[in-house]
């Protein structure tokens, strides 16, 4: 019966498309505030966490180790370790989908083949997250930013009681509007939910999208100011005969990003060992490893951008960039394998500052460039490690130029973006988030009772499609599919079995959760 309800809703909205379209800008600007503040107060206990954490060592580097009160100290460190590893344990089990980045559960929940209780996620991805991240571990806020941003949505769409298309609609605009408030960088914020989770463009997404992540932004810069997260001064505009060493540099980016996901996708093996015999003892082990470097290596701990400021800006000897490379890399892994809510985006943009700065040193020495294009080389590399990893070449473009504020370094990025993605396709490396949920689902298969819940979805048939060109009823359409609409620019079609479709519309059909991904497929050319 509530499938019923659903259907009937869908079928008034995609009915009577310009109060739909107000209606889904309207509320694109209530997810914007709502996930704005989210992630607002994320953000600031992110801080303060780490403003303690960085205080903490300080005083204990300052007390003479051989001094009594320096072992107490200590000790209470330890057991505030095993204290917080106890707490992040306890949030994980207590709700798996808070677990981990949160990108790949958010692109599951669009394909509706995950169900999150946004409720649920959203306290323990605060809470967890603040913990984790501020214990020391090496991962980011942009991915709990972005699942705390579809949930927030989420919640608004069910205190609405709003459709299943239409939650999927807000729950793209709340993603994006996290990433917008994470980074202070609204386009990337949009471009990223519409080229990587829901890989639509239709007017339906964009606008509710650019109302949240707008926003957002305006919530994020009135609490926390206009700076952008990397301070990099003084980027100059790259000479075009330096275009040769943009290549260079983005096919040595886009081999750290292969493997990168390697490692990503293969430190299970590592915590399979004997040693590890449950989930406690991961976390146990990473946050130890996170104390440990607390002391010795201090710079590869958090998500890292006061890293990347001190790079760009510092001349570091080829020796300890190196070292800061290895030491951010494996702890990296090493913190996102335990399995407690935090993401490796801005841990991944670290690694790419730091191979472009290991380029921009070699290429110094041999004086193949000049000293003032440092800072270029690595914030091109950093977009180009982000394309290869992720495969999303306009988000890695737009999201570091408005993370360092280096609009004239457009040409440079792009080139150094799609490089690193022809790199990643010709080593076959897969697109880390698309993996990810892949796994999730191979190990966590869904309820078949979530397979079968029937819902409307929006694809976007593109340019040499399987369908493209062809009439309706000539198609080979999925089991227990239906055709409901059809939308041409501002033309909506009645399908019958003589209607063509083009490249260029948008379709309204009717299936269960388990074709939606075939039916993607078959309208993007891949089958």
């Known amino acids: 019966m509530n499938d019923r309800k659903q259907i009937m809703g869908t079928y008034k909205s995609i009915s009577d498309w310009h109060n739909f379209r107000l209606r889904l800008f309207l ?32 005083e204990l580097a300052l007390r003479d180790w051989s001094s009594s009160a320096y072992w107490f100290a200590a000790l209470l460190l330890i057991a505030a370790v095993l204290l917080i590893a106890a ?25 509706g083949l995950i169900k999150m209780r946004w409720f649920h996620i959203m306290w323990v991805k605060l809470t967890a997250g603040i913990l984790g991240i501020g214990a020391g571990l090496s ?16 919640g608004i769409s069910r205190l609405l ?24 960088a609204p386009l990337a914020g949009v471009i990223f939910a519409l080229e990587e989770l829901h890989r639509n463009f239709s007017i ?159 290429l110094i020495s041999l004086q193949i460039i000049e000293p003032i294009y440092a800072a270029n080389i690595v914030v091109i590399a950093m977009a180009a490690l982000f394309s290869s990893s992720v495969r999303a070449p306009i988000t890695g473009t737009v999201l570091i130029m408005e993370m360092t504020a280096s609009y004239q370094q457009l040409l440079s990025l792009a080139i150094a973006a799609m490089v690193a993605f022809v790199i990643a396709e010709l080593c076959r490396s897969k697109p880390i988030y698309e993996e990810l ?38 198609i080979k359409w999925p089991h227990h599919t239906l055709l409901v609409d059809v939308k041409r620019g501002e033309e909506q079609l009645i399908p019958t079995g003589d209607t063509r479709l083009m490249a260029g519309d948008f379709i309204y059909v009717l299936t269960e959760n388990e074709y939606i991904e075939e039916l993607q497929a078959m309208a993007a050319g891949e089958n």
């Open 437 to 474: 949920l892949n796994r999730m689902l191979q190990k966590d298969k869904p309820a078949p009772a979530a397979l079968e819940q029937r819902n409307v979805v929006e694809i976007a048939i593109c340019s040499g499609s399987f369908i493209a060109n062809k009439f309706i009823k000539d």
């Open 139 to 154: 991962l980011g806020r942009e991915g709990p930013s972005i699942q705390l941003g579809a949930v927030s949505a989420q």
């Open 87 to 111: 707490v992040l344990y306890k949030l994980t089990r207590y709700e798996p989908m808070a677990a981990g980045s949160g990108i790949p559960q958010v692109k599951g929940a669009l394909l």
């Open 204 to 362: 339906m997404v964009l606008l509710p999208s650019m109302a949240a992540a707008m926003t957002a932004t305006v919530i994020s810069r009135a609490l926390f100011g206009r700076d952008t997260v990397f301070d990099i001064p003084d980027l100059q505009l790259l000479p075009l005969n330096y275009y040769g060493i943009v290549i260079l540099v983005a096919l040595v980016a886009g081999l750290a990003g292969v493997i990168f996901n390697k490692g990503l996708l293969n430190i299970g093996r590592f915590y399979s060992l004997p040693i590890f015999k449950s989930q406690l003892h991961k976390i146990i082990f990473a946050l130890m490893t996170a104390g440990v470097l607390g002391f010795y290596l201090p710079e590869v701990l958090g998500g890292g951008n006061n890293l990347i400021n001190h790079v760009a800006k510092t001349p570091v000897s080829l020796q300890l960039l190196l070292l800061f490379l290895a030491g951010k890399l494996l702890f990296t892994l090493i913190s996102y394998g335990c399995g407690v809510p935090g993401g490796f985006f801005l841990p991944m943009l670290v690694i790419g500052a730091l191979s472009g700065s290991i380029c921009a040193n070699v």
């Open 27 to 58: 509320e694109g600007i209530l997810t914007g505030v709502f996930a704005g503040l989210v992630i607002s107060l994320f953000r600031w206990g992110l801080t303060e966490a780490e403003n303690w954490r960085g205080q903490l060592y300080h």
């Open 161 to 184: 009681g709003r459709t299943r298309m239409e939650e999927r609609y807000l729950m793209t605009s709340g993603a994006s509007a996290g990433l917008a408030a994470a980074f202070n």
